[in-house]
């Protein structure tokens, strides 16, 4: 299988790629810093590409050279995303343009771009990653609720766009997970705590727990499985904690 994971390099992506490697397939991990690209180990199976995923032609080519070089394209995950914690009225515009960029439109290129040559194979799977604050009203979240919220509806609108073409799309939506992106919640023990009690199983996730999930939905055991938006989330979006 030829995986591309964009946002690789991430807490999320990057445990989604060696899980994938383990495996035996052929994945390229694409990250916007040039810095963390490089510093991808030297694992056999993957291979890392500097892109900047809101740049259409940038997506567009990168799904061009993969399958010129590894002759298809199988499975394509987008772990990027962005935490944005301010009420409406404290939200800036510069802030609301870059959480939908670094959410909604990201999975949009990226899904756009892939289709185009999957529709060409008739085969494929996509991911993208939703948020359990799109199923759950949160206190401080409009701006990412809404960005994780047109993830969740794009994913279920393409999967019936793409389906006769033997594309599937799905979606995972995580509760709060122990990542770099997150260190601000994780490292104050009053945040943590507020965290840990909202989410049932008593505990936030790991990007183990998340990745293992998106490695699920992108295999072809799983190939009638479309449309589905699965909350890997402790209980957060649909259980009341104690």
Known sequence: ?????FGGTGGIGSELARQMAACGDTVVVAG???EKVASIPNTTGIVGRVVDATRSDA?????????EEHGQLDAVA????????KPAHLTTDDEW???????LTTSFVILRACVRQMMKQRSGSLVLLASAVAERGMVNHEAIAAAKGGVASLARSAAATYARYGIRVNCIAPGLVQTPLTRSITESEPSLKASVSLHPLGRIGQPSE????????????????????LGVDGGLSTLQAR
Do not use: D, K, Y
Request: glycine share 6%; aromatic share 6%; charged share 15%.
């Open 97 to 103: 343009v870059e959480t939908l960029a670094t959410n």
């Open 210 to 229: 998340v990745a293992a999930a998106i490695h699920w939905f992108l295999r072809p055991e799983q190939g009638w499985i479309t449309g589905q938006c």
């Open 1 to 5: 299988m030829v995986t591309l994971i």
């Open 32 to 34: 916007r810093s040039s």
């Open 59 to 67: 997506v567009e080519e990168l799904i061009r050279s993969t399958v």
């Open 78 to 85: 987008n772990c990027i995303g962005s935490l944005l914690l």
